[in-house]
């Protein structure tokens, strides 16, 4: 028996069709690979920048703390320069004077003595860093003179401010140690923005009485040369 098989036009075109739409198929698929490894490219291109950045971020912000370490510093050499200067003036006054009379001359020179000791041992506080977050803010102050006996803190303007009470209790800092302040915002101030004001108490060794006082909106402050009190 023989069997007929009948292929009409529609067939052959159905045909091609096949065969024609097997490659765009597969081209298609192939784009979509090609599609996620460049979105992986770039991702990991992406992630390479943020790290950069963020060690960029890092060295850039410890290079502003060791600047602000080296601004106090040169800022208390230079205080120390000039009241060095003048005790020297001074002591060329007193020499000279001597010829003059020698009863003088042996007071002004113990008089110059203590100056000296009292410049030799006076502390002096410089902010060194400051931080700040959405409700409060701390700073950091280097005493580069000599050991300091903090006795507490005068309040001027706090209204706007809570300070920790950590920070009004006695201690006693040496040369180059720090004394580190706190405070939380109040009255709808961030810790960056709020304005205040206070007055550092201490004293020194031979207990003479000193302030220094402290002006600032959130972490940047100035802060006044030590003041006999």
Request: contains cysteine; proline residues 2%; aromatic residues 10%.
């Amino acid at each position: 028996m023989n069997i007929t098989y009948t292929v009409s036009i529609t067939d052959i075109i159905q045909a091609v069709g096949v065969g024609l739409g097997f490659p765009t198929a597969v081209w298609g698929i192939l784009k979509l690979f090609r599609k996620d490894k460049d979105k992986i490219e770039q991702l990991n291109s992406l992630r390479d920048i943020a790290i950069s950045q963020n060690s960029a971020i890092g060295k850039m912000t410890e290079q502003i703390i060791e600047l602000s370490k080296q601004t106090a510093q040169f800022e208390y050499q230079s205080i120390i320069f000039k009241e060095a200067n003048d005790l020297l003036k001074e002591q060329i006054k007193i020499q000279t004077d001597a010829l003059l009379s020698d009863k003088d001359h042996k007071e002004k020179y113990l008089e110059l003595e203590r100056k000296k000791r009292k410049s030799d041992i006076r502390p002096f506080f410089k902010k060194t860093t400051g931080l700040s977050s959405q409700s409060m803010f701390s700073l950091v102050f280097t005493n580069y003179g000599g050991r300091a006996y903090l006795k507490g803190i005068e309040d001027i303007n706090v209204n706007n401010i809570s300070i920790h009470a950590q920070m009004r209790k006695e201690q006693e800092i040496e040369k180059n140690g720090t004394y580190n302040f706190s405070a939380t915002a109040n009255n709808s101030y961030l810790g960056n923005d709020v304005p205040y004001e206070i007055t550092l108490l201490f004293c020194d060794e031979d207990d003479n009485k000193y302030k220094q006082k402290i002006k600032g909106v959130g972490f940047n402050v100035e802060i006044s040369p030590p003041e006999e009190r």
